[in-house]
């Protein structure tokens, strides 16, 4: 009998959710069809997903963060079929392959001058976990500083440092000597820091829940701080890196130095799992200082050429279409004229952001009737106006967007980084209507907010 992926894609794609509901995670296909984000997707390319009725939308998300390149991109797909029918050697193991080295110097010609080395992982929470292991071990230190609202990933060493109650919640006890400081509080990283006892600091240059950028001089003096006192900074750059903040870096927004950089997401091309660490030559030697601590630290799958010709052709492609320039360039467009909005509309409060990496925010309205409104939302489940912001883009706008966390009224923008002025236009015009819309009391949006509200109070008396 023949195997074929694209028979078992044709004959069983509109058996999808009944699949997830009957094998993987029910919620999440209850979530989905609450806020009528279940379709059926057929094809996906560059910026754009489409589902069977051909319909085109414009994907904002980018798989939280992973298609930086876009969907499908030929340069990738050519690279990984190449890979495949060249029969490589691979994970010999007892050997060391050619690929992992070319990456490993690619991306080390883009870190700043004091990172040399990279190790190489399977995500981005194995990266975290790595530095982790790599900062005890290089210091001989056991604790680790962490900003509240930061998000490192959901493994036990890195869920240690996740600052938001809801992951956590149960799955404890988790690493000791982890310690929160708030995000952008210099005296509370000082007093956290000041006993020389810190292993290291890891923080994401720009937190990925709620989009919130540091002020200028925070980085710079982390730097500092945590060369005072022996801590080693880690920039978790999982999210922001590989071009997202219009940079290559986001650390380059500041010029600043850690001592490793963890990354992930982008690097994969969007197609197969990779994570890594850029350090010191130190860090690197203090961790694998003997032959017999050759694999002190590592995984099975880490360095597969699959994965490693995903992050070359991914770089290649970030090269040769300019897509860090376009992203500062288009980036800076959005935030510009959303916030050209704000005078329209009472509930937008401000879109900020670096790159393609963007908050939109809303708040409590002045006049009384919007208040009203919002209170009646508030109430239910703290964040819900923004759901009547993500659904109607969605179902009337094709624009697949997020919140930017629990609890809090962000929507966020994680597109691909080669997003075209029409993309801009189309997310501008988008938005301008679904904030309208949400300015109309009554009106149809306000009764979905009804039902909105009803679903969360439901749920709060289930749980
Ligand atoms: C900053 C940051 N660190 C770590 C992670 C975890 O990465 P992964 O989901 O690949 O484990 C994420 C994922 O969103 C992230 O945004």
Same mark, same amino acid.
């Not at 350090?279 to 099975?300: C, K, L, P, Q, Y």
């Not at 006049?367 to 759901?387: D, I, P, R, V």
């Given at each position: 009998?023949?195997?074929?992926?694209?028979?078992?894609?044709?004959?069983?794609?509109?058996?999808?959710?009944?699949?997830?509901?009957?094998?993987?995670?029910?919620?999440?296909?209850?979530?989905?069809?609450?806020?009528?984000?279940?379709?059926?997707?057929?094809?996906?390319?560059?910026?754009?997903?489409?589902?069977?009725?051909?319909?085109?939308?414009?994907?904002?998300? /980018?798989?939280?963060?992973?298609?930086?390149?876009?969907?499908?991109?030929?340069?990738?797909?050519?690279?990984?079929?190449?890979?495949?029918?060249?029969?490589?050697?691979?994970?010999?193991?007892?050997?060391?392959?050619?690929?992992?080295?070319?990456?490993?110097?690619?991306?080390?010609?883009?870190?700043?001058?004091?990172?040399?080395?990279?190790?190489?992982?399977?995500?981005?929470?194995?990266?975290?976990? &790595?530095?982790?292991?790599?900062?005890?071990?290089?210091? =001989?230190?056991?604790?680790?500083?962490?900003?509240?609202?930061?998000?490192?990933?959901?493994?036990?060493?890195?869920?240690?440092?996740?600052?938001?109650?809801?992951?956590?919640?149960?799955?404890?006890?988790?690493?000791?000597?982890? !310690?929160?400081?708030?995000?952008?509080?210099? /005296?509370?990283?000082?007093?956290?820091?000041?006993? /020389?006892?810190?292993?290291?600091?890891?923080?994401?240059?720009?937190?990925?829940?709620?989009?919130?950028?540091?002020?200028?001089?925070? %980085?710079?003096?982390?730097?500092?701080?945590?060369?005072?006192?022996?801590?080693?900074?880690?920039?978790?750059?999982?999210?922001?890196?590989?071009?997202?903040?219009?940079?290559?870096?986001?650390?380059?927004?500041?010029?600043?130095?850690?001592?490793?950089?963890?990354?992930?997401?982008?690097?994969?091309?969007?197609?197969?799992?990779?994570?890594?660490?850029?350090?010191?030559?130190?860090?690197?030697?203090?961790?694998?200082?003997?032959?017999?601590?050759?694999?002190? !630290?590592?995984?099975?799958?880490?360095?597969?050429?699959?994965?490693?010709?995903?992050?070359?052709?991914?770089?290649?492609?970030?090269?040769?279409?300019?897509?860090?320039?376009?992203?500062?360039?288009?980036?800076?467009?959005?935030?510009?004229?959303?916030?050209? %909005?704000?005078?329209?509309?009472?509930?937008?409060?401000?879109?900020?952001?670096?790159?393609?990496?963007?908050?939109?925010?809303? !708040? &409590?309205?002045?006049?009384?009737?919007?208040?009203? &409104?919002?209170?009646?939302?508030?109430?239910?489940?703290?964040?819900?106006?923004?759901?009547?912001?993500?659904?109607?883009?969605?179902?009337?706008?094709?624009?697949?967007?997020?919140?930017?966390?629990?609890?809090?009224?962000?929507?966020? %923008?994680?597109?691909?980084?080669?997003?075209?002025?029409?993309?801009?236009?189309?997310?501008?015009?988008?938005?301008?209507?679904?904030?309208?819309?949400?300015?109309?009391?009554?009106?149809?949006?306000?009764?979905?907010?009804?039902?909105?509200?009803?679903?969360? %109070? =439901? /749920? =709060?008396?289930?749980?």
């Amino acid at each position: 009998m023949s195997f074929s992926i694209a028979d078992l894609f044709s004959q069983h794609n509109s058996e999808k959710f009944e699949l997830h509901e009957n094998y993987l995670n029910n919620q999440m296909v209850r979530v989905l069809k609450t806020i009528g984000y279940d379709r059926n997707y057929t094809k996906a390319q560059g910026q754009y997903l489409y589902d069977q009725d051909n319909t085109e939308y414009l994907d904002c998300l /980018s798989g939280f963060g992973v298609f930086a390149v876009g969907r499908n991109h030929p340069t990738v797909v050519k690279a990984l079929q190449e890979t495949l029918t060249l029969e490589l050697p691979n994970l010999v193991q007892m050997d060391v392959s050619v690929l992992s080295g070319l990456l490993a110097k690619k991306l080390i010609e883009t870190t700043p001058d004091n990172l040399q080395k990279m190790f190489f992982c399977n995500s981005g929470t194995e990266a975290v976990e &790595a530095a982790i292991k790599f900062a005890r071990y290089t210091t =001989k230190r056991e604790k680790i500083v962490f900003c509240d609202h930061g998000y490192h990933g959901l493994t036990m060493g890195s869920l240690s440092l996740v600052g938001d109650d809801i992951f956590r919640e149960g799955f404890g006890p988790l690493l000791p000597e982890c !310690h929160p400081v708030p995000f952008n509080d210099l /005296s509370a990283l000082e007093a956290a820091l000041k006993n /020389s006892d810190v292993a290291a600091f890891i923080v994401e240059p720009i937190q990925g829940k709620g989009v919130n950028i540091p002020d200028d001089n925070y %980085l710079p003096e982390v730097e500092r701080l945590c060369k005072k006192y022996g801590t080693l900074f880690v920039a978790d750059e999982v999210q922001t890196g590989i071009g997202r903040t219009g940079k290559f870096w986001a650390i380059d927004h500041w010029n600043v130095k850690p001592d490793m950089i963890c990354m992930a997401k982008a690097l994969s091309g969007g197609f197969v799992p990779v994570g890594g660490v850029a350090m010191t030559d130190h860090i690197m030697e203090t961790v694998f200082n003997r032959m017999d601590r050759a694999v002190v !630290h590592g995984s099975t799958f880490s360095k597969n050429n699959m994965a490693m010709a995903a992050g070359l052709a991914t770089l290649q492609v970030m090269e040769d279409e300019k897509l860090v320039e376009n992203c500062a360039k288009v980036g800076e467009e959005i935030i510009q004229q959303v916030n050209a %909005l704000s005078s329209k509309y009472e509930f937008l409060k401000e879109a900020r952001g670096k790159g393609l990496m963007i908050a939109i925010e809303f !708040h &409590a309205p002045k006049s009384l009737t919007l208040k009203a &409104a919002w209170a009646t939302l508030e109430a239910a489940n703290k964040g819900l106006f923004c759901q009547m912001i993500t659904i109607p883009l969605f179902k009337d706008h094709h624009l697949l967007t997020q919140v930017a966390g629990h609890g809090m009224n962000i929507v966020k %923008l994680l597109p691909p980084l080669n997003l075209t002025s029409k993309d801009r236009d189309w997310i501008i015009n988008s938005f301008d209507q679904a904030i309208a819309d949400t300015h109309q009391i009554p009106g149809s949006i306000w009764s979905l907010g009804k039902n909105l509200a009803s679903h969360a %109070l =439901k /749920s =709060k008396k289930g749980s």
